[in-house]
């Protein structure tokens, strides 16, 4: 068995770059975390798992992560849902379990609600619904506040290396998609994986 890679063009002429293995399905898509790619240490041991058990997997970045093209700055909850879609609709096919890392287990449910009929099941790590609303925007000070509203960017400070840029459209679209405190529309079987004392995701 092999990975095969690829681009997948989008209208704006922006690139998604992604990893397939042919296999046994369900497919397992791999949805990333936020600032994340497909080559973390997560989506590369189940790209493993799926070559040692001859199993359908896909992995990819969205827009302005990892090997994709694009400028993160400009990425929305929206854009990224769409991303997601689009890989699922033009390189899979067939029953899919859907496998989604902090903000991925926030855009697994919101792929879930409109592709519902697909879902075989879901495995969310730690899922970050509504980090937008619910985790940033209680962490910033009146400083934070008034360079996003004077730059229409709050550089965020990250555990991870340099600060991101976080937008203001990111929080205004990220409210849009609140999913909490549910019902989340999602029928499938759902497996939760969560850290008793996650720093980042409590």
Request: aromatic share 8%; glycine share 12%; charged share 25%.
């Amino acid at each position: 068995m092999r990975e095969d890679t690829g681009f997948l063009d989008r209208p704006d002429g922006e690139r998604l770059a992604w990893r397939k293995i042919e296999g046994a399905g369900p497919t397992v898509v791999w949805l990333g975390g936020f600032k994340s790619d497909m080559a973390g240490s997560k989506a590369q041991t189940l790209a493993d798992w799926a070559m040692a058990n001859g199993r359908a997997y896909v992995r990819f970045d969205y827009l302005g992560h990892g090997e994709s093209s694009g400028d993160f700055v400009k990425g929305t909850i929206s854009r990224w849902r769409e991303d997601a879609l689009a890989v699922i609709d033009q390189l899979t096919a067939g029953p899919l379990v859907l496998v989604g890392s902090s903000m991925g287990g926030w855009l697994a449910c919101l792929v879930a609600a409109v592709r519902a009929e697909r879902i075989a099941g879901m495995v969310l790590v730690a899922p970050a619904a509504d980090f937008t609303e619910k985790l940033m925007v209680p962490e910033m000070t009146a400083a934070d506040r008034l360079a996003m509203d004077r730059d229409g960017v709050w550089m965020r400070p990250s555990d991870y290396g340099d600060p991101y840029p976080i937008a203001r459209e990111l929080i205004e679209d990220g409210a849009r998609w609140s999913i909490l405190p549910g019902p989340v529309p999602v029928e499938a079987p759902v497996r939760i994986l969560q850290g008793g004392v996650d720093p980042d995701v409590p």
